[in-house]
């Protein structure tokens, strides 16, 4: 009986009811959490340029980008609900009843319950320590049946579970925050061809660049690339082209600066060579082509322009001379042997000319005398052409005469051979010279020469 006893344990033992499980979460909405940060290399420039004179002038801006991160959170509460199987639940507390009510029942009553046990059975005989010892059995299985119900019940109890506080997932926004001006800072600017100029900013955020000592090719023309450099940036410098042609101007008007020095030397270097052709061309054509003279050493002085010295300008003064001697000595020429009256007219017209341009008095003295020569020369010419028409008016007569006699003919006849006019190379007659004088030497000097006699000889 005590094994059959301890199986009923075993079994109750083994028999816990099942338990099933049910959660419920309830979560209240809590403030979210904001965590602001810079983000790490956002640093961003901005530049404002101005020229100012012979300087660029820049004024830096800088800011950064800061990212808001916005986290929802919640605290969540779980409610668990146990419960166990019904069915085992009611059979281990029926179990538990009728096991603690039978052990209680056969202890109080094993004397009574033997008795009546032997009355029935007349073979053997039971006592009532037997009665009690299953009387404990029953008891035994009783408890074991209430053990097994507590411990459902216990599986069985509801509960809450704190979860703590639940985060969602984080949203990230961007902005640009931290607007400053940068200071105290070392920045280069990048000139065309490599050249550059550094600085250090100021606690406003400005630097002055001055150009002063930057060559041609390294001032900004209007296609050239501007650029700053402030650590590991590289900004783009925006000039106008106006801004551009001030810089210029202002560089080229200060004497001391660079790009006005080696434009000056180029002027130099335009001026020597122009002053060193022109010396050339005068060494070589001042007595062939003094025009040649006069128009290099122009060209000189309009390359010069304000390079133009006095030294330079009394070579004008000797050149202006030498053309004064060259046209007085052709005068003079003209005027020496014999001088035929259509040539008179020119010769006058170039003293005329020459008398307003050669104003020194040594080319006065020389027009004065030469036009006095002229005088006589005009005269002669006039005593000649005098004679001449006497003489054609005596041979007229004479012609006259002759056709009245007889044996000529009543047609006219031509004028003498010796009264004839001389024909000169240019097809014209010579007005002053005839065929029948002793010399032709200056007859026809302005028209290529004498040619022939106007009429066959006798």
């Known amino acids: 009986m005590r094994l059959s006893a301890l199986g009923w344990v075993a079994v109750l033992v083994g028999g816990c009811a099942s338990i099933r499980i049910s959660e419920s979460v309830t979560e209240t909405p809590l403030r979210p959490s904001v965590r602001n940060e810079v983000v790490e290399g956002s640093v961003e420039y901005a530049v404002t340029a101005t020229v100012r004179k012979d300087q660029i002038s820049l004024s830096i801006d800088q800011s950064e980008t800061c990212a808001a991160i916005t986290t929802p959170r919640s605290h969540r509460m779980t409610s668990v609900t146990r419960v166990g199987d019904p069915t085992v639940v009611r059979m281990t507390w029926l179990l538990a009843t009728v096991g603690l009510g039978l052990g209680a029942y056969g202890y109080a009553n094993a004397n009574s319950l033997a008795v009546q046990a ?116 590289r900004l783009t410098i925006d000039l106008s082209s106006e801004q551009r042609g001030q810089l210029q101007s202002a560089l080229l008007a200060n004497p001391r600066s660079r790009l006005a020095m080696d434009a000056l030397a180029k002027r130099q270097a335009g001026c020597a060579q122009g002053v060193a052709t022109a010396q050339k061309v005068t060494r070589d054509e001042v007595d062939a082509n003094l025009d040649a003279v006069r128009t290099a050493w122009g060209a000189a002085k309009a390359t010069c322009a304000d390079l133009w010295t006095s030294e330079l300008a009394d070579v004008e003064r000797r050149v202006g001379e030498s053309r004064c001697n060259q046209r007085l000595a052709r005068a003079a020429t003209a005027l020496q042997g014999e001088v035929l009256a259509d040539a008179v007219d020119a010769i006058t017209a170039d003293l005329a000319a020459v008398r307003a341009v050669c104003t020194s008095m040594s080319h006065v003295a020389q027009v004065r005398q030469l036009e006095l020569s002229l005088a006589a020369v005009t005269k002669r010419i006039a005593r000649e052409e005098a004679e001449l028409a006497r003489r054609e008016a005596r041979e007229e007569a004479q012609a006259l005469k002759a056709a009245q006699r007889p044996q000529r003919k009543r047609t006219s006849t031509p004028r003498s051979w010796g009264s004839a006019r001389l024909r000169c190379n240019d097809g014209t007659l010579s007005p002053t010279c005839t065929c029948g004088r002793s010399s032709y030497r200056g007859c026809c000097s302005w028209h290529g020469g004498v040619d022939t006699c106007s009429v066959s000889s006798p």
């Open 118 to 233: 032997n009355a029935r059975s007349m073979g053997s005989a039971s006592t009532s320590e037997e009665y009690r010892a299953y009387a404990m059995g029953a008891t035994l299985v009783g408890i074991g049946a209430v053990t097994l119900g507590a411990i459902d019940a216990l599986r069985a109890t509801d509960y809450q579970r704190d979860d703590g506080v639940i985060k969602r997932e984080s949203h990230r926004e961007e902005i640009s925050c931290r607007h400053r001006k940068t200071r105290r800072k070392d920045v280069v600017l990048m000139l065309p061809e490599r050249h550059k100029v550094s600085a250090r900013l100021n606690e406003e955020g400005g630097a002055d660049f001055t150009l002063m000592a930057i060559p041609e090719e390294g001032i900004p023309s209007d296609e050239a690339e501007l650029s700053l450099v402030i650590g590991d940036a």
